[in-house]
């Protein structure tokens, strides 16, 4: 029997018939569709969702295979580029980041690349973490304003760029940390679990340490994402790297398994309050479906150096995107202009780009 | 060892992995069928497209559009009364992906049960009740 008719290409074609079946049957009769007064046509209704389908796919190919939610891609490009409300935005943008780390769920979890146990681990200090940020949220702007939130993005970006640094001089220690002691606690947690390391063609089995200091740095990313209402995987991925000792590869797995769970939470109050219009947020859904899940076969066969540069290009971009908000905030700068962004985003993945074809011919 | 050993993965990784990897398949050909039953039948909808797109390019705010589209919003489990509806049925697949996580959690947490490891059968059971509550709107 062809591949193509196995797990997952059997359910992937299945979905793509479905999906190019319904569009076909929505241009056709998008055509002969009366446009009232006031609304709009049948036909640009249609080119608006095939759109955001083909946007979607593409964001969820690049945000599993570097661990992030897809959101911090989503988020900026939407609201630069089309009129539609923020909390329109913002809600949909987290059907972005969690639905490519659901589907990815599946592949991970049997090949073993993610580890269950880690995840949940990580998803209850999180979640504590989220509630507690969004009170802190709340009294922040009450009581310190818009400067005590320039402050903080301010101090993150800062520690991001440490991050993002070291993960540049870091090398073979950060794709495969070496764990030298390991301590009580995380030994009685019994999280290792050796796997399959395709891209290298053998098992792994990766001790892990300092396990009470990643629950702790998990409260603190929770905290801030409640707070912020920002995606966390930037932060995940190299919590667990450099605290825990978890591979990249493994973290970045981690990552988008963790963010799939904690978003099950984030989502529902913008569901229960109607931000997320169904329609207008369904192709988002499918093409982070279908994006994330060819996007996870790729993380399982891609080499560990290759994670890290598009890690790194993330960090960077988002480190830009802390700093210049921080200082807007505390009114040391304007507005930074959406083509400044544009540029920034550009010339960091170019180099990114540039690293990876390069370490793709050095390690052959 | 070597490579043809692979090693087997625990019972509660696989059920997680697989009850969260076979619903979020369901949810997204719900989500592809759903516009499609929308513009079929553009009436048969509690927000017609065609004055809801425009609203959302036009930048309203949501409850702006349930309001002026919708006649209200009907809240966030509408699709339970308009299944047969074309965002009924879209939400019913956005619904049920967001909630996946539950599922996956209830089943894994017994299975660790089973494997012997009661503390993340308790912690499985807490990420789920968080989901739970967001689901019923209490937080």
Same mark, same amino acid.
């Given at each position: 029997m062809s591949k193509m008719f196995k797990s997952p290409w059997l359910e992937c074609n299945i979905m793509l018939a479905v999906l190019i079946i319904s569009f076909i049957g929505m241009y056709l009769i998008g055509q002969g569709l009366e446009t009232p007064p006031g609304g709009m046509s049948g036909l640009t209704i249609v080119g608006w969702l095939a759109g955001f389908f083909f946007l979607s796919f593409g964001i969820a190919l690049v945000a599993v295979i570097g661990g992030i939610g897809g959101g911090v891609l989503f988020t900026p490009f939407m609201l630069a580029f089309t009129s539609v409300d923020s909390l329109i935005v913002r809600a949909t943008g987290l059907i972005v980041a969690m639905f490519s780390g659901l589907i990815s769920t599946g592949p991970f979890m049997? /090949?073993? +690349?993610?580890? +269950? #146990? =880690?995840?949940?681990?990580? $998803? $209850?200090?999180?979640? %504590? /973490?989220?509630?507690?940020?969004?009170?802190?949220a709340i009294y922040v702007a009450k009581h310190l304003g818009a400067t005590g939130e320039g402050v903080v993005r301010i101090s993150l970006g800062v520690i991001l760029f440490s991050l993002a640094v070291y993960f540049i001089v870091g090398g073979k220690k950060i794709e495969w940390p070496e764990v030298k #002691? =390991?301590? /009580?606690?995380?030994? #009685? *947690? &019994?999280?290792?679990?050796?796997?399959? !390391?395709?891209? @290298?063609?053998?098992?792994?089995?990766?001790? *892990?340490?300092?396990a009470g200091g990643v629950l702790a $740095?998990? =409260? /603190?990313?929770?905290? *801030?994402?409640?707070?912020?209402g920002l995606g966390a995987g930037w932060a995940i991925v190299p919590a667990q790297n450099l =605290?825990?000792?978890?591979? *990249? &590869?493994?973290?970045?797995?981690?990552s988008g398994v963790l963010l799939g769970m904690g978003d099950c939470i984030a989502v529902w109050p913008y569901l229960l309050m109607g931000a997320i219009i169904p329609v207008f947020a369904?192709?988002? +859904?499918?093409?982070? %479906? @279908?994006g994330g899940l060819l996007g996870a076969l790729i993380l399982i066969k891609v080499k560990a150096g290759f994670v890290r540069y598009l890690l790194i290009g993330f960090m960077f971009f988002a480190c830009f995107g802390l700093l210049t908000k921080g200082l807007t905030m505390l009114g040391v700068i304007g507005t930074v202009p959406l083509w400044i962004n544009g540029v920034v985003f550009v010339t960091i993945f170019a180099v990114v780009i540039v690293s990876i074809v390069r370490y793709m011919k050095? !390690?052959? | 060892m070597s490579v043809e050993e692979r090693p087997k993965m625990p019972a509660s990784q696989l059920v997680y992995g697989e009850i969260v990897y076979w619903v979020t398949v369901v949810a997204a050909i719900i989500c592809s069928i759903g516009p499609f039953i929308s513009i079929k039948n553009v009436e048969?909808?509690?927000l017609n497209p065609h004055f809801l797109f425009a609203g959302i390019f036009e930048g309203k705010s949501p409850e702006t559009i349930w309001q002026e589209v919708g006649g209200g919003f009907p809240g966030g489990h509408f699709y339970l009364a308009n299944f047969g509806m074309g965002d009924g049925f879209t939400q019913a697949g956005l619904a049920l992906g967001c909630s996946v996580g539950l599922y996956g959690l209830i089943a894994a947490s017994f299975c660790f049960l089973k494997e012997g490891n009661p503390l993340f059968f308790v912690l499985s059971l807490w990420v789920a009740l968080l989901i739970s509550v967001s689901m019923i709107g209490i937080v």
């Open positions: 049997r /090949g073993g +690349l993610a580890n +269950l #146990k =880690i995840c949940v681990f990580c $998803a $209850a200090a999180y979640g %504590v /973490g989220a509630f507690t940020g969004a009170q802190g #002691k =390991i301590d /009580g606690f995380t030994k #009685k *947690l &019994k999280m290792t679990q050796p796997y399959y !390391e395709a891209s @290298l063609g053998k098992v792994i089995d990766y001790p *892990l340490t300092r $740095a998990i =409260i /603190g990313v929770g905290m *801030l994402s409640g707070f912020f =605290i825990m000792c978890v591979p *990249l &590869k493994v973290a970045a797995a981690n369904a192709p988002w +859904l499918v093409g982070q %479906v @279908l050095a !390690e052959g | 048969n909808n509690i």
